[in-house]
T-cell receptor, first 112, second 115 residues
Framework: GDSVTQMEGPVTLSEEAFLTINCTYTATGYPSLFWYVQYPGEGLQLLLKATKADDKGSNKGFEATYRKETTSFHLEKGSVQVSDSAVYFCALSDQAGTALIFGKGTTLSVSS | KAGVTQTPRYLIKTRGQQVTLSCSPISGHRSVSWYQQTPGQGLQFLFEYFSETQRNKGNFPGRFSGRQFSNSRSEMNVSTLELGDSALYLC??????????????FGPGTRLTVT
């Protein structure tokens, strides 16, 4: 079945460092891909999305490109802030968009 | 526009009891999905409703059920609670067009503790 694999955390960075969180997927067809972020004690917030190959999603300085040839959707940010500390989830949706399949999540900790 | 709301936010129940959780979607969203989040299993899809019909279901036992009302509000029910049902239950809503749903927006979740 469809699945998402994320790099294991935690990821610990200093403020203004470059961030990459790797995400690869296995799916039949052409799913939409998402990154969600979860802050402590809260639900998930949609960070960015891409619906077809070579699409780049971007939001709040974060970017990810839908790479069909490598089945990847890596999350990047050029300069992280302490406020970016959270858990990041990569996800794909089924064809009809009724269900999301999530990776295990990557905890990011940014120190000043 | 108000976001997805879930009630209650916290719940403590005893093994063997049943529980009902409620979700109100974003105005105009007719698709509601439910997920269970646990430290061990991560985020797992429970079921999805659209126009009061369950369109998709994850791999959970029949103790987990749901329904959707004509105003798109949804409830999920867990009967005969087990300790392993302790989790954060997340509801998400999405806009639907032509039968396809778009990105899902999540509520804050209901934290269920089973003792």
């Amino acid at each position: 079945g469809d699945s998402v694999t994320q790099m294991e955390g935690p990821v610990t960075l200093s403020e203004e460092a470059f961030l990459t969180i790797n995400c690869t997927y296995t799916a039949t067809g052409y799913p939409s891909l998402f990154w969600y972020v979860q802050y402590p004690g809260e639900g998930l917030q949609l960070l960015l999305k891409a619906t077809k190959a070579d699409d780049k999603g971007s939001n709040k300085g974060f970017e990810a490109t839908y790479r069909k040839e490598t089945t990847s959707f890596h999350l990047e940010k050029g300069s992280v802030q302490v406020s970016d500390s959270a858990v990041y989830f990569c996800a794909l949706s089924d064809q009809a968009g009724t269900a999301l399949i999530f990776g295990k999540g990557t905890t990011l900790s940014v120190s000043s | 526009k108000a976001g997805v709301t879930q009630t209650p936010r916290y719940l403590i129940k005893t093994r063997g009891q049943q529980v009902t959780l409620s979700c109100s979607p974003i105005s105009g969203h007719r698709s509601v999905s439910w997920y269970q989040q646990t430290p061990g299993q991560g985020l797992q899809f429970l079921f999805e409703y659209f126009s009061e019909t369950q369109r998709n279901k994850g791999n959970f036992p029949g103790r987990f059920s749901g329904r959707q009302f004509s105003n798109s509000r949804s409830e999920m029910n867990v009967s005969t609670l087990e300790l392993g049902d302790s989790a954060l239950y997340l509801c998400a809503s999405s806009f639907t067009s032509g039968g396809n749903s778009y990105e899902q927006y999540f509520g804050p979740g209901t934290r269920l503790t089973v003792t």
